[in-house]
């Protein structure tokens, strides 16, 4: 009896091992050859989401590109089946006003939707629901999953399954998503705004399992605003800002046409300089070793890495956000812990990974209040300029370039000498990353700052002509350009310039 | 930073609400002075000096350093008006409870000095309590459990939006700084403007989340019932 119940238990093992691909095969509709669907979303009479002729096939990948904006979201709820397809009513007016663009009506004029679907969004908060990775893992996949093989999906250590998710960095966050979404069995993936996140290793693994599922039979979407991978997709689809079709109208532009140089003099003053900085969690984890570099003022500065590789951390040490456990810091020549916190606050400006945490104001009138309070004039008029809205809009009903344009511009003071912007161009399109270069080039051409751009979009830094900084193994090692960092003996095992285009 | 949870942190937490619930019950009550009478103050008083100390130190193993240190600055703050009222009205031989004839003087300084360390006991079994409720114990209970789980990680999502509030309003200057050796404005000031904006800003920023959170678990509660078939 123990033989066959070891034998069954080993069965259970291979069958759960294989379980993805095997059970995908039975979800996946055979006998639907051709499937385009057209429908129409609606709040409140309005039609606010227009989706015409798209091809979800199986076994092929349509990718999607264009305007970036919250209807992107909806859109993936609708095809995932995440939001309801006719209006919920809330007896509570507050909650049926909160709950408004969640709840309209769909109108499928053709075709059918997926059987099931997965959707993941560019914000990875988003998509992870519980307080820590095992209770994700464990509610989130099917049956017979073990969640050492959901997180050897993505490479992520084991060791995370005991962490709370919010204390994850951002690449991490997003690598648990997706790993979850591909351990779940689905007729159709929705992936939309990931890559930002991805190092090289995320992409490769990202590409591979999305092969696999399109081999699986599964149908997948690729919504990628502001990049793509190469050589995936089957069908382009674009979206307007309202409606999605075949026929390339109202598009915006590519990144980089039409965007200004950043120029710069050479002035050679020191900014920030690090020397054998070293940083610990608290449990003891080494996060940064022996830190040192040494960042000059009206230079832009890349700062690239693996996901978890402590490239915030390095930012939040600059802030004095936390303190290092050994070695000096010095902004711009003073060491940075006998400086005072206006005097950092004036001269340094943040732009974190999730701006809507850093907007401590309600609405565009407060700001300008504010503004006016404290005589900062350069906020006013670059306001004016650059985020001309109502007094009353509220923060909340920001779009992602305005929460950083307004992050941002409230930072900003006739002081500013460095701007630290961590993943700057996540949740943009490529008009968006455009007039966020534009502003930034008003910037830099105004007060000469320096920039620090934490990213893996190697393709922007090498446009931006930056300076690399690359942090690995807890240290951080200089180049001169993007092209330097490429002919390191190791980068190509961390970079991938042409895949990541 | 790296916030990681001990083994048997993650057991408390995969047992049931309801086993869960009725042990913080129990802990609760056992704290509070029901049938204590005037001969028997004595054995509640060494009950207490007894269990709040263990309490003390289970919490701190479940919430951390920081959380505990929050968790102690709550009950501090609330002995200030406690002993503002208690000790006048106990010098003045007033009885503070109706439910006990103490005679003494002794006996009533000795139930007055028990009401803080009550309420250590409850602030950590209460702090316990949340730590190790998982918003996953609701989701069995239907439509109600998952508004209940939404809640819950509202709360939750919330807390973990203190960090990044708290550090925005130090970069602005709004929030005592570690590193900072020379203070202009005393750092309780600072602290008290501070807290109204965290509690706004991480507030707000729940509510944006919830809609989203609240389609999201219900298509959690649909998958976890098929998987239960």
Not at chain 1, 326 to 342: A, C, E, K, Y
Not at chain 2, 136 to 142: A, E, I, R, S, V
Request: positive net charge.
């Amino acid at each position: 009896m123990r033989g066959e119940s070891n034998r069954s238990q080993f069965e259970a093992h291979i069958l759960a091992y294989q379980a993805p691909s095997t059970l995908l095969n039975r979800i996946v509709p055979q006998n639907i050859e051709l499937n385009t669907v057209t429908f129409s979303y609606r709040v409140e009479g309005q039609c606010i989401l227009r989706c015409e002729r798209l091809s979800l096939l199986p076994g092929k990948v349509s990718e999607v590109s264009g305007v970036e904006n919250d209807r992107l979201r909806l859109f993936g709820g609708v095809l995932t089946k995440v939001l309801p397809s006719s209006r919920i009513d809330f007896r509570e007016p507050h909650l049926q006003s909160l709950m408004a663009d969640y709840s309209g009506t769909l109108d499928i004029e053709q075709g059918v939707l997926p059987v099931s679907g997965i959707y993941v969004g560019p914000d990875p908060e988003q998509h992870l629901f519980f307080t820590y990775v095992y209770e994700e893992l464990q509610c989130r996949l099917p049956k017979r999953s073990y969640p050492f093989d959901v997180l050897g999906l993505f490479r992520l250590d084991d060791r995370i399954l005991n962490r709370r998710c919010f204390s994850l960095s951002g690449g991490e966050k997003m690598k648990l998503a997706l790993a979850i979404a591909f351990a779940t069995p689905a007729a159709c993936y929705v992936f939309h705004g990931a890559l930002a996140w991805l190092d090289k290793n995320g992409r490769t693994l990202f590409r591979h399992h999305m092969e696999s599922k399109k081999h699986d039979g599964a149908a997948i979407l690729f919504i990628e605003t502001s990049g793509h991978l190469n050589g995936v997709s089957d069908f382009q689809f674009w979206f307007d800002g309202v409606k999605i079709s075949a026929e390339k109208t109202n598009i915006p532009p590519v990144v980089g046409k039409g965007c200004p140089v950043l120029s710069f003099t050479g002035d050679a003053e020191e900014l920030v300089s690090m020397s054998q900085v070293a940083f610990s969690a608290y449990d003891g984890t080494a996060i940064l070793k022996e830190v040192t570099c040494q960042m000059d003022r009206a230079a832009i500065f890349g700062l690239v890495g693996e996901n978890g590789a402590g490239k915030s951390t390095l930012a939040k040490l600059i802030l004095r956000l936390v303190l290092p456990n050994g070695g000096v810091i010095t902004l711009m020549r003073q060491p940075l812990q006998d400086l005072s916190r206006p005097y950092i606050r004036d001269h340094v400006t943040y732009l974190a990974q999730f701006p809507e945490s850093q907007v401590t104001l309600s609405n565009i009138d407060q700001y300008r209040k504010q503004f006016r309070k404290t005589q900062n004039t350069l906020a006013l008029s670059l306001m004016g300029r650059w985020l001309e809205l109502g007094g009353t809009h509220p923060v909340s009903q920001l779009s992602a370039l305005q929460f950083k344009l307004l992050v941002l511009i409230s930072g900003i003071t006739q002081d500013s000498r460095l701007l630290i912007l961590d993943e700057p161009t996540w949740g943009l399109d490529g008009a968006g990353v455009d007039l966020l270069l534009k502003f930034l080039a008003e910037v830099v051409d105004e007060l000469r700052v320096g920039l620090l751009l934490i990213s893996h979009d190697l393709p922007l830094l090498r446009m931006l002509d930056s300076k690399i900084w690359w942090l690995r193994d807890g240290m951080v090692e200089s180049f001169s350009g993007v092209d330097a960092l490429l002919r390191h003996p190791l980068a190509h095992l961390h970079f991938d310039l042409a895949n990541d285009q | 930073m790296i916030n990681r949870l001990p083994r048997w942190h993650r057991w408390l937490r995969e047992r049931g609400a309801t086993l869960k619930i009725a042990l913080a019950a129990v802990v609760i009550g056992a704290l509070f002075p029901l049938g204590v009478s005037e001969r028997t103050l004595e054995a509640h008083a060494l009950r207490l000096l007894f269990m709040v100390p263990i309490l003390c130190v289970i919490c701190f193993l479940v919430v951390g350093r920081t959380t505990f240190k929050t968790m102690l600055v709550g009950w501090l703050f609330g002995l200030i008006p406690y002993a503002v009222f208690a000790i006048p009205l106990t010098l003045s031989g007033v009885n503070l409870t109706p439910h006990m004839a103490l005679h003494s003087g002794s006996s009533r300084w000795l139930y007055t000095g028990l009401f803080p360390p009550r309420m250590l006991g409850i602030f950590a079994a209460g702090t316990i309590l949340f730590a190790i409720l998982s918003p996953t114990n609701f989701l069995k209970l239907g439509r109600v459990g998952v508004g209940m789980t939404v809640v819950l990680r509202a709360f939750e999502f919330a807390e973990q939006q203190l960090a990044s509030a708290i550090d925005t309003l130090r970069l602005q200057g709004n929030w005592p700084d570690s590193g900072m050796k020379r203070r202009k404005r005393p750092a309780l000031i600072i602290l008290v403007k501070g807290c109204v904006i965290i509690v706004i800003v991480c507030l707000r920023n729940a509510i944006l989340w919830s809609p989203w959170a609240y389609l999201s678990f219900k298509a959690i509660d649909k998958q976890l019932w098929r998987k239960s078939q």
